[in-house]
């Protein structure tokens, strides 16, 4: 058996990280055990638990994040990340893992940002891990992960009889397309 926490280099790298950090990087993300916790899917569809991947607590009420299998690429670092919400939101948050590792460092407490120094030299060792690993600045994208991959996982959903998560993702796609229809 391996110690290894998952097949993903990058989650690997961040998993390291993490077990040295005294406090949170990012306000409520915690890498959970990878791909084995029943617990956060409340599907029964083999189909579609086969492609959804868990890897961490997005927030500390129990919204979490997972990897979307949307082909058989080998690099699952690639795979698009989703948000499933602890009150029922469902989008695609990150391009990548990369992508998400930035936004991480982006998120922010709710009301005044804490000031215990164990979580401002957590943070500013984030950022430096993030620097060394995976460049100096956060990658660029033509389109928002929503727009780059959102239709193709609300028809996929579809696809694999999620007709309700499906509807989710259409309703956070909305306010994408009303955008792109408006005049500037």
């Not at 990280?17 to 029964?44: H, I, K, M, V």
């Not at 991480?104 to 709710?110: A, I, M, N, S, T």
């Not at 660029?140 to 009889?161: C, I, K, N, Q």
Request: hydrophobic share 35%.
């Amino acid at each position: 058996m391996s110690d290894t926490y998952s097949p993903i280099p990058e989650l690997n790298l961040l998993k390291e990280f993490d077990d040295q950090c005294a406090d949170f990087y990012s306000p409520g993300f915690e890498l959970r055990e990878y791909n084995n916790d029943s617990s956060w899917l409340e599907s029964e569809n083999p189909e579609f638990d086969d492609r959804v991947i868990p890897f961490a607590k997005a927030t500390t009420s129990g919204s979490f994040y997972a990897l979307w299998r949307c082909d058989d690429r080998a690099d699952l670092a690639t795979l698009p990340v989703l948000f499933f919400g602890d009150e029922g939101d469902l989008y695609v948050a990150a391009h990548d893992l990369r992508d998400l590792f930035w936004e991480l460092l982006d998120e922010e407490f709710g009301g005044p940002p804490p000031t215990r120094q164990t979580y401002v030299d957590t943070r500013q060792a984030y950022l430096m891990w993030l620097k060394r690993h995976f460049g100096p600045a956060h990658p660029t994208y033509d389109r928002s992960p929503m727009e780059e991959h959102g239709r193709r996982f609300a028809d996929w959903l579809l696809s694999v009889e999620e007709e309700d998560a499906a509807d989710v993702v259409i309703e956070n796609l909305e306010p994408i397309r009303g955008a792109a229809e408006r005049p500037l």
